[in-house]
Each structure stands twice: as C-alpha cells, then as structure tokens.
C-alpha cells in the first residue's frame, strides 16, 4: 500500500471514528463562520503536528504554516504575501485573541542558515525566504559559547528566531493597536520532536520555561 492510498483509507477511518463527535459543531460553523481565537504559527514540517501536540479540535485555531514558522515584516505594497495575508485575516477578521509562533527542535530551515544554498533558480525563493533568519543566527553567533558545538548552535538559533518572529509581528499596525489595547496577546512557543515537549518565552525572567508554568 502507497502513501496515497493509506491518506485515503484513513480519511475513511475519520469519518467513520472521528467526524461523528465534531460534525454538530462544524455544521455549525458552516451556518455561523468559524470563530477560532488562536492563530497558530507553526513550521511546514511533517513532524509538527499542531493538533496532535494540542489536543486540539476543528475550529479551535486559525492555522499558518511556513518553512521555519517565519513572519515577514509588514510591507503595504501590491505583492502577493500569504503569510502577512494569513495573519491580517486572523487579527482583523477572525478576531483571534491569542498569537501562538511556535518553532521546534531539528528545524531544517534554521540548520539552512549556516549552509550554503546553491545559486539554482529552482530554490530563489528558498534563498529569499531564508533571509527572514538572518538576525537570529547572527545573534546565536555573537551570544553562544561554543559555536563549534553544532546542535546546540542549532537549538540556540531555533530559539532565538522564535523571539525575532514575534517581533515582526509588531511591525503589523492590527497586531500592535490590539496588543496595545489588551486585546490580543503574543505567544514564543518551542516545541521539542524527539520529547514532545513545549517551552513558553517567559519576557518576566527572558528565558524558555516548561508550558506548565504558563499562566493564562
């Protein structure tokens, strides 16, 4: 059996298991619209699996997911921007109530940043994309102790970049009047693959705790 047809044998698993328990509520969303009040800013990576991490159920969080859960700055211009798209529609018009950017541990995108990427037109907007995490690896670079100690080099990046995502959410006007206001709060996430563990950026005592801790 190939990929594809285990996908479609366990869309039939869902329907016959899963679906019946969310299927009121998502009839009524389709009559109502969906209120989610998380937006979730996560990786592309098949690994992380935000409703599997969470518990989480259809209609519980807005959903964006990018090589390396990076957030482009704002920019009023007549380009195309899925990513600022996405959080424009989850700030003004969704109304979401809580910010979540969340990376994780092994991430390829933050490894990329210290490998050198081949002058192809096959990967120009890989290159272009990556330049979102300059700043945390040249801050990772003049903070580490031992940058020849690879993986923590690594883990430290895959942190730091977190914290230089969430500060371009600031940059959008939406996002910083409601944080501004009371209204929307910001989340660093870091999610661990080989543990399944989550660590929240504490801006009291500017450091990664356990989830845990986390006080609504």
Not at 55 to 64: A, C, H, T
Not at 89 to 111: F, N, P
Not at 152 to 181: C, G, H, M, W
Request: include cysteine; hydrophobic fraction near 35%; charged fraction near 25%.
């Amino acid at each position: 059996m190939n990929r594809i047809q285990q996908l479609i044998k366990g869309n039939t698993k869902f329907k016959s298991q899963y679906f019946p328990y969310f299927e009121s509520e998502l009839i009524k969303s389709i009559k109502h619209g969906q209120k989610p009040e998380v937006l979730f800013i996560g990786c592309s990576d098949s690994r992380v699996t935000h409703d599997l991490m969470l518990d989480s159920k259809p209609g519980d969080m807005f959903i964006l997911r990018n090589v390396g859960n990076f957030i482009p700055p704002f920019q009023a211009d007549n380009d195309f921007h899925g990513s600022a798209a996405a959080i424009e529609y989850a700030v003004s018009v969704l109304q979401v109530k809580d910010i979540i950017v969340c990376g994780h541990s092994h991430c390829g995108a933050c490894k990329s940043l210290y490998e050198e990427i081949p002058d192809d037109d096959s990967l120009v907007h890989i290159r272009k994309w990556l330049e979102l995490g300059q700043k945390a690896k040249e801050f990772t670079l003049r903070t580490i102790q031992d940058p020849n100690n690879k993986e923590e080099l690594y883990r430290q990046t895959e942190r730091n970049s977190i914290l230089y995502q969430v500060e371009n959410l600031f940059s959008y006007p939406a996002v910083k009047q409601k944080v501004d206001a009371g209204t929307l709060k910001i989340h660093g996430w870091y999610y661990s693959i080989e543990t399944g563990d989550i660590e929240y950026y504490d801006l009291v005592e500017k450091k990664y705790k356990p989830i845990s801790e986390l006080k609504p």
